[in-house]
């Protein structure tokens, strides 16, 4: 099965609902954590991280391993779950997003440093391998 196959497999159970002059679609807590558990197991598995057993945010840097790996059927698929708040709401694009989970994670941020071993090691092995190339 190929990886689109995977996101598809997943994405599917999701109801399709279009957004009429709504500013978000609620979902149900139940629905989304399971189907983001199923896909942070599937992002883990490509990508070779724990995001699992570590924990993640929807906004977090998970996101950002999802973009730098050039998956694109993978990216696809982690959007639908960046749009959503901590409040379930589905919006129409993650920049309004941010504004409802401001209070709860105002003081967050992604930094690359010390305490971000990982990326820094993808980063170093991506930067080795293009100077290789």
């Excluded at 999802?66 to 694109?72: I, L, N, P």
């Amino acid at each position: 099965m190929t990886l689109a196959e995977k996101v598809d497999r997943i994405l599917e159970k999701i109801p399709c609902v279009k957004l009429n002059n709504v500013e978000y679609i609620q979902y149900p807590k139940s629905l989304i954590d399971h189907l983001e558990y199923k896909f942070v197991k599937l992002i883990d598995e490509e990508l070779g991280t724990s995001f699992i057993d570590k924990g993640f945010s929807r906004q977090g840097i998970i996101g950002r391993w999802v973009d730098d790996s050039g998956k694109s059927d993978l990216y696809r698929g982690w959007n639908f779950f960046m749009t959503i708040d901590d409040n379930y709401r589905k919006w129409e694009q993650m920049y309004y997003t941010f504004p409802a989970n401001y209070e709860k994670h105002k003081h967050e941020a992604v930094c690359i440093n010390k305490t971000n071993p990982e990326l820094i090691r993808l980063f170093r092995a991506r930067n080795l391998d293009l100077l290789l190339d």
